[in-house]
């Protein structure tokens, strides 16, 4: 059963906030993860250990690591799908700063239908997360699910489509659509929830090059224009450095790494220890650096190490 925070009954050790509280979210919703370790049953190491973590309101923030190395589990602990799903040893709390009038709560005692309104989640396979036989359909589940008011529904499916650059597939069968398109609509059904973050997971690997590109650019375009966090956990970094503001770098459970892209590519070999490919632009100025053509990263008349590849066909040219 849920129990509201204002319930006046004698205090139960876990309250949990309802989808049915009147909430005025701060559109400044960050996220604090303090001392985070996490152990998935019977099993003998934690998956999280110790992690701790602050990501500001509208930053972009990308999770990568080898496999194995916590990235689901991380989004999973701040989507609330853990605890309230995954069973397991947790300690330590993801508290959403600015969730309530008073301040902070943690996820654990936020219901899940709660935190969909403000964490959107998105995974990596655009087939299993589309229940509907059609696109509209689907981003109408959602809003049913979570309580929406009836005669906001139309406005928001269409604001959410149109935000993802959908509009004209509303009325199409969600059987016809390609891998880009379906991952675009999982955003939209998200997204039509009005959330301050969006979690995905890996949301581009099962896409092609189009696809992949439709998703990263609608995922900027939230990120720019609404001010909407967005946290991706990744393995390859190439196509999302230049979009992130932040990289953090997982091993084992632990916070490896963590920065501005340009500030963590300076690692390259943390990046080979960890079996993380390091993006061709950054690996082409480090070659640049060892093979003495460029200056060391750190003297002061070093250039910023390149993010894609048209900044490393510019500095290219600089040397010729
Ligand atoms: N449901 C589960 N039950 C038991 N162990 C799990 C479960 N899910 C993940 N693990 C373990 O927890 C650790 C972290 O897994 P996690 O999926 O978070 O890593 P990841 O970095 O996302 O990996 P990948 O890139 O392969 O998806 C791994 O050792 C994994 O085997």
New binding site residues.
């Given amino acids: 059963m849920c129990v509201s925070l204002s319930d006046k009954r004698p205090k139960r050790k876990k309250q949990i906030i309802c989808a049915r509280q009147a909430w005025e979210v701060s559109p400044l919703l960050s996220i604090t993860i303090e001392n985070l370790t996490f152990s998935?049953?019977?099993?003998s190491?934690p998956?999280?250990h110790e992690i701790n973590l602050t990501m500001e309101a509208g930053e972009f923030i990308v999770?990568t690591?080898?496999?194995?190395?916590?990235?689901?589990?991380?989004?999973?602990s701040i989507n609330g799908v853990i605890p309230h799903f995954?069973p397991?040893t947790l300690q330590g709390n993801v508290w959403l700063d600015g969730a309530t009038p008073s301040g902070r709560v943690p996820v654990a005692r936020v219901s899940a239908p709660q935190l969909a309104r403000f964490i959107g989640s998105v995974f990596?396979d655009p087939e299993g997360q589309i229940v509907s036989p059609i696109v509209e359909e689907e981003i109408a589940f959602g809003l049913e699910n979570t309580g929406v008011d009836p005669a906001q529904m139309d406005g928001r499916i269409a604001k959410a489509l149109a935000d993802c650059g959908i509009s004209h597939l509303r009325h199409r069968a969600t059987s016809s659509l390609s891998g880009g398109q379906k991952q675009r609509v999982a955003i939209a059904a998200a997204l039509a929830l009005a959330p301050k973050i969006l979690v995905l997971?890996?949301p581009t690997s099962e896409l092609d090059p189009d696809g992949t590109e439709a998703v990263l650019n609608v995922l900027s375009e939230l990120n720019k224009n609404h001010g909407i966090t967005i946290i991706i956990?990744e393995?390859k970094v190439t196509l999302l450095a230049p979009l992130c503001d932040r990289l953090v770098l997982?091993e084992?459970?632990r916070i490896a790494l963590q920065g501005p892209p340009r500030q963590v590519f300076l690692h390259p070999h943390i990046f080979a220890k960890l079996g993380v490919e390091l993006p061709a632009p950054a690996r082409l100025a480090h070659a640049l650096v060892q093979e003495g053509v460029l200056p060391p990263f750190d003297s002061p008349d070093a250039p910023p190490i390149p993010l894609t590849v048209e900044e490393a066909f510019t500095l290219s040219r600089q040397l010729l």
Avoid: N, V, W
């Fill in positions: 998935y049953p019977d099993c190491s998956a999280l999770i690591g080898a496999t194995g190395a916590g990235k689901s589990t991380l989004l999973r995954q397991g990596d997971d890996e956990a393995q997982l084992k459970g």
